[in-house]
Structure formats: structure tokens, C-alpha cells
């Protein structure tokens, strides 16, 4: 997940998070009946220290921690309270822990307990299905493929385990190269858990939403079979299947079945209308979906990423504090089993640190000084374009056939940016046009300095020769003609040189000429890289220092 993340339809940076406003249907459970916020901002929870906002939703927010000599991770706070809002947070860290990070993200500490209720998460590495299609259009078939197998196989897994997720869309699928791995299983369903939503209520948008869901059913399995469908046919088309919105025609088409699928590739077209079909009963059920991905990825299977039981505390210890009453506190829950793999193949070993393409981006120079100027000057979404072009101008194929939006993540990840981090400091939109009036701009600043650092280094070496060498008529020629018209004036023996105070007003004027191009030039330049030696402000003191001294000089007599 990269440091930062968006909604579906807004940029940045993408990682755990809520991204719509999540509707509770009243209980019994909790007297209060309004969502109410919660205390101000605060800078840490446990032992981990907040940076910066990654995403919000109706009662959740996720922030970028880390804990004293840590590494980063993301951290997700129960900003409101409502009406069954701690259970359901309760019941998303139980269930993240249950997953054990086998294609979800991991969960790793929390205190439910706390006055604002929290728990940690791993910090996923990447950007959205979403923001990578906005960012680079219609991905690769393969990419498509594997992608969407990583996805069926973490659904498959949460089906296992009694619970449906109900909330499958681009924005909500993390891409770290071609593998996904599923966020926001906050609203998930389990079979025997209590629902915290009513029948009719829709979680979501209306464009992503199975049919059934439009027509007041609770989601199903295949109703996440539906999800997989039109993930499969927005990454591979670069357009949403339904026309965007919530609107009467939104779920008209929905419901009808009329969905635009003229970009989706020929070879899956067939399991993207088997997967959208109108009927439940007519979909697949997720176990074919995954062997017919399994029979169309690329090459060698490369099964999920081995399923990890890390040894973190159980949520289940302060998940009691959700009920109105006291009761005993469970005993963690053990560790989930490993999933039953599809492909019977040993799980390869990871290698150590990244790959070779990826660590070429790191090592490319260029591109890191054009991406830092991007990100200090507030062009996130900018820099994926940047990773791009800078693709494109190698021979090698592994650079090439990276993601440039995983590259981008990773190089803000490896530098502890964060998207938006700089944002009020830019000056035009967001795209590739406006980081081009951005260049020019700066381009135009760095000239302006040089010219008035010129300005003030002629007026210096004027000043300089015209009063060290007297005889010398080169520069103080032109004011000879203040010595005839005015009269002589003599202090200690020595008159006073006119032509000399000439030549140091006409400097003491080109000098503020030279702090006036300079102000426009520091106004055409920015904040943010690049920001090279400024030559303009120290010459033009400089100048003023020397034009006050040989003026002093000369009114007293001593230059002739």
C-alpha cells in the first residue's frame, strides 16, 4: 500500500481505509442513536506515533504510524459512535486477525477498549485497481489475470470462514505489481454473526453493487462472484462496465444486465459475462472462477503468497467493551489453517530484498531527482507519468515491464512521502500539462536569478574599478559632466569626486533593478526542488555593501 490513499474517484494515494460513508441500521445494542465524533485529532495511539491521514470513511479513519524503531503501518481509528460502530470495528480486527494476512492486509495490535478505538494493520505496498487504470489506463491481460486470481483466491478464503464481503470494486484492490490483495473488509458479513446492517440497506456504490443488492437482498457469495466480474472488466477495458453514478440509470442498468463490456479482451469476455450474469444462481461459484483464472494465467501458476500466522495479540482481548455488559474476555482465537491451495505447488521462496527492474528505478538518478522535484512541488499523481516516461527510455525489460504505478509507491514508501503532502504548493492541476507549465515557470525563475545576479556583479565591478583607479576614464567617463556643472567641494584638502557619486547612484539604481528581477524571480521558482545556488541575492548585497562604502568614501573627500 502506498503512504497515501484515495476514494475511488478522488487521487493518492490508496492503502486500508474506509472510502465511503458506512451506514449502521439501528439496534439495541448501543443507546445512542445519531453517529457522534469523537475527541480532536490526536498524534499517537499506543505505542504508534500518526503522520499523516490516509483515508476516511463514515466511521473509520486509517493514518500512517510507526512505533519507535519500527516500520511504518497503517493504523485505522474509530472516529464515530453509533449505533452497533464498535462492533462492527471490533468484529473487522477480529476478522483480520483470523485472515492472518493470507490476501487481506495483517492485522498486528489494537486497544478496543481505548476512549477511541483502534488497531494496527500492515501497511500495504501499492496503489488501487482504480488509481492504476486512471493513472495508466487498461492494464495488461496477464496482469488482469493474475490480479484478479490473487482476489478470487482471498475471497475464496473469506467464504471459508463464514463471512461474504459485499463491497468487491477497483478501489478496493491494491495492486504491488501484478498480485492484489483485498482492503476493507469492515463491512463484511458473516453467516452467523450479527448483521449491522438491515435487509434494504446498500453498502457502497450503486455501480459496483450486484443486482440482487439493488433489489434489498443480503450479499451472498455470489454476490463477491459479481465483484470479481466487474473488476476483471474494468482492468482490462480501462471503463466502468455501468455509467457512473447512483442514479435511477445507474441502477436501471444494473439491474437489467446492460452493461458496456466492448473493452474487455476476447479471451475473458466469456468469464466476465458468466460472472455478471443478472441471476445469482446463474454465476459460477468462486472455486470455478478460481480454476478457470488458474487455467488462463500466464506461464508457470505462481500460487498466492504463502498464508502467514504471525504471533500477534488476539482483538478478541478488548472486544468485550462492545457490549453493554460486562462479560469474561475470549481467549484468543487460534490460528486460522492454511487455506486449501487450488494448485498443489511448493511455495517459493521471496527474494531478498527488491527486483532487479525495481532496484534500476531506485538507483536511476534522473528519475529521482525529477521525482523528488514532483513530490516536493506537489505532483503525486503527476510522478506516475514521470516512472513511465523514464520506462520508456530503457532497453531493459524488466524495468519495463514493471507497473509504473507500483513504482511510484515504492519509491514514496522508501522515502516516507506521503501523497498530498506538499499539495498546497502547487500552482496548476495535477496532470502532465500542468507539471509542463510547472517546469516552464521554474525554468523561467532560474533565469531570472542569473540575470540579476549579473546585474548586480556589473554594478560591483564598476563600483570596484571605478574607485580604485581614478585615471581610469572607462567607467566614470560618462558622468565627467558632473564635474563642470557643479561646483568644487573640498573636505580635508580633497574635493569631492562627482563623477565618481555619479557612476554610484547609476549602480545604487541598477542594483534595484536587480533586487526587483530577483522578487520575481523567487516568485517564478517556488518552494520545492529544484532549488539550485541562488547567485542574484548574494552579489546584489554584496553590491550594496560596496556602493556604501565608496559613497561614504567619496563624500569625504577621499577618491578623487
Do not use: C
Not at 7 to 13: G, K, Y
Not at 79 to 85: E, H, L, M, R
Not at 257 to 262: A, T, Y
Not at 503 to 515: D, E, H, P, Q
Amino acid at each position: 500500500m502506498s503512504a497515501g490513499e484515495t476514494a475511488e474517484d478522488h487521487v493518492p494515494t490508496v492503502q486500508v481505509g474506509d472510502r465511503r460513508a458506512e451506514r449502521d441500521a439501528p439496534t439495541t445494542r448501543v443507546a445512542t442513536a445519531t453517529p457522534q465524533p469523537l475527541d480532536a485529532e490526536v498524534a499517537a495511539v499506543g505505542p504508534y506515533r500518526l503522520k499523516g491521514l490516509i483515508g476516511s470513511g463514515g466511521f473509520g479513519a486509517v493514518y500512517v504510524g510507526r512505533a519507535p524503531g519500527g516500520q511504518p503501518v497503517a493504523v485505522k481509528l474509530l472516529t464515530y459512535v453509533g449505533d452497533g460502530a464498535r462492533e462492527r470495528f471490533a468484529r473487522e480486527a477480529e476478522l483480520l486477525h483470523r485472515l492472518g494476512g493470507a490476501g487481506f492486509p495483517r492485522y498486528l495490535d489494537g486497544d478496543l477498549r481505548a476512549a477511541r478505538p483502534w488497531f494496527a494493520m500492515e501497511l500495504l505496498e501499492g496503489v488501487t485497481v482504480a488509481d492504476a487504470v486512471r493513472h495508466v489506463g487498461p492494464l495488461s491481460e496477464e496482469t488482469v489475470v493474475t490480479a484478479a486470481l490473487d482476489a478470487a483466491r482471498s475471497l475464496g478464503r473469506l467464504h471459508d470462514l463464514g463471512y461474504v464481503h459485499r463491497d468487491v470494486k477497483p478501489a478496493n484492490a491494491v495492486l504491488a505489481g501484478r498480485r492484489a490483495t483485498l482492503i476493507d473488509v469492515g463491512i463484511a458479513k458473516g453467516e452467523h454473526v450479527h448483521d449491522l446492517t438491515t435487509t434494504g440497506e446498500m453498502i457502497g456504490s450503486v455501480a459496483w453493487a450486484a443486482p440482487e443488492r439493488l433489489a434489498g437482498d443480503r450479499g451472498t457469495t455470489a454476490s463477491d462472484v459479481y465483484g470479481i466480474g466487474l473488476l476483471i472488466a474494468f482492468a482490462s477495458s480501462g471503463a466502468m462496465p455501468f455509467p457512473r453514478g447512483d442514479d435511477a440509470a445507474t441502477m436501471s442498468a444494473v439491474a437489467e444486465g446492460r452493461s458496456d463490456l466492448s473493452g474487455v479482451p476476447d479471451a475473458l469476455l466469456p468469464l466476465v459475462r458468466r460472472t455478471t450474469a443478472v441471476a445469482p444462481e446463474a454465476r459460477p461459484p468462486m472455486r470455478e472462477v478460481v480454476a478457470e483464472l488458474q487455467r488462463m494465467a500466464p506461464g508457470a501458476l505462481t500460487p498466492q503468497r504463502p498464508t502467514r500466522t504471525p504471533e500477534v495479540p488476539s482483538p478478541t482481548r478488548v472486544a468485550s467493551a462492545v457490549a453493554p455488559t460486562p462479560r469474561p474476555v475470549p481467549e484468543p482465537p487460534a490460528a486460522s489453517p492454511p487455506a486449501p491451495q487450488t494448485v498443489a505447488v511448493p511455495q517459493p521462496t521471496p527474494p531478498a530484498g527488491p527486483p532487479d527492474g525495481l532496484q534500476r528505478m531506485f538507483d536511476n538518478r534522473h528519475l529521482a531527482l525529477a521525482l523528488k522535484a514532483a513530490h516536493e512541488r506537489g505532483y503525486d499523481a503527476t510522478a506516475v507519468h514521470l516512472v513511465a516516461r523514464a520506462q520508456r527510455r530503457t532497453h531493459r525489460k524488466a524495468v519495463r515491464a514493471l507497473d509504473p504505478a507500483r513504482v511510484k509507491a515504492s519509491i514514496w514508501r522508501r522515502n516516507g512521502w506521503w501523497d498530498g503532502q506538499y499539495a498546497g504548493r502547487r500552482r496548476f492541476p495535477d496532470t502532465e500539462q500542468g507539471w509542463s507549465q510547472e517546469r516552464a515557470m521554474v525554468r523561467r525563475g532560474w533565469w531570472l536569478d542569473k540575470a540579476a545576479g549579473v546585474l548586480a556583479l556589473v554594478a560591483f565591478l564598476a563600483v570596484v574599478v571605478g574607485s580604485l583607479t581614478g585615471q581610469d576614464a572607462s567607467v566614470r567617463a560618462p558622468f565627467g559632466w558632473l564635474r563642470q556643472i557643479l561646483p568644487v567641494v573640498e573636505i580635508g584638502g580633497r574635493a569631492i569626486a562627482w563623477d565618481l557619486v555619479g557612476l554610484l547612484i547609476a549602480v545604487a539604481a541598477a542594483l534595484y533593478g536587480a533586487v526587483r528581477i530577483s522578487r520575481n524571480a523567487q516568485r517564478d521558482r517556488g518552494v520545492g526542488a529544484p532549488q539550485s545556488i541562488r547567485f542574484a541575492p548574494g552579489l546584489i548585497a554584496l553590491g550594496y555593501a560596496v556602493v556604501a562604502a565608496a559613497g561614504l568614501l567619496a563624500l569625504l573627500g577621499v577618491l578623487t
